[in-house]
T-cell receptor, first 115, second 112 residues
Framework: DTGVSQNPRHKITKRGQNVTFRCDPISEHNRLYWYRQTLGQGPEFLTYFQNEAQLEKSRLLSDRFSAERPKGSFSTLEIQRTEQGDSAMYLC?????????????FGPGTRLTVL | SQQGEEDPQALSIQEGENATMNCSYKTSINNLQWYRQNSGRGLVHLILIRSNEREKHSGRLRVTLDTSKKSSSLLITASRAADTASYFCATPGQTGANNLFFGTGTRLTVIP
């Protein structure tokens, strides 16, 4: 079990640029989640996949955000035309339907700084 | 919006002392989870307590749940410097998608 991995760990970009983050879940996990966490706050849910299907999106996920999980394995989160308010830690988590109580396993996160 | 609210926001104790954190939530739940987050890192699942359970233990952790008061507490006994972290309670989303709603966290500092 190699755990959930995320790349890159840090990303600094200029306002208006596009960025893409990648998440590799635990291999047998069919559920994948994206969260955003700002300083001093708890994570906030963005979106959720079961296999390759994106089943839920939060209102936080503006039309500048898009997430994919094309083969039901890794996922990407793209932010277009970044704004300073997008600066945050982006966390990915995975779970299985069988996970007791649907415990989620988190990756280390990608810290985005928009200048 | 975040469902849970932890109390206190910050807690500083000496190594060896016990630390208690509280969480209040707003809606009915079928379980409540506690996670730990070391500075700048991802979250680690600590313990899950179901709505029909009142107390649960895991090593030095003790969690209680009072569904009538919509509150939970996390007790860490015999704290260690390595326990320094932020602690979050999390409850399932309302839509059944298993997304979690996190509180704002308690920042625990254990002084060696």
């Amino acid at each position: 079990d190699t755990g959930v991995s995320q790349n890159p760990r840090h990303k600094i970009t200029k306002r208006g640029q596009n960025v893409t983050f990648r998440c590799d879940p635990i291999s047998e996990h069919n559920r994948l989640y994206w969260y955003r966490q700002t300083l001093g706050q708890g994570p906030e849910f963005l979106t959720y996949f079961q296999n390759e299907a994106q089943l839920e999106k939060s209102r936080l996920l503006s039309d500048r955000f898009s997430a994919e999980r094309p083969k039901g394995s890794f996922s990407t989160l793209e932010i277009q035309r970044t704004e300073q308010g997008d600066s945050a830690m982006y966390l990915c988590a995975s779970s299985t339907v069988e996970s007791r109580g649907h415990t989620q396993y988190f990756g280390p996160g990608t810290r985005l700084t928009v200048l | 919006s975040q469902q849970g609210e932890e109390d206190p926001q910050a807690l500083s104790i000496q190594e060896g002392e016990n630390a208690t954190m509280n969480c209040s939530y707003k809606t009915s739940i079928n379980n409540l989870q506690w996670y730990r987050q070391n500075s700048g890192r991802g979250l680690v699942h600590l313990i899950l307590i179901r709505s029909n359970e009142r107390e649960k233990h895991s090593g030095r952790l003790r969690v209680t749940l009072d569904t009538s008061k919509k509150s939970s507490s996390l007790l860490i006994t015999a704290s260690r410097a390595a326990d320094t972290a932020s602690y979050f309670c999390a409850t399932p989303g309302q839509t059944g998608a298993n997304n979690l709603f996190f509180g704002t966290g308690t920042r625990l500092t254990v002084i060696p």
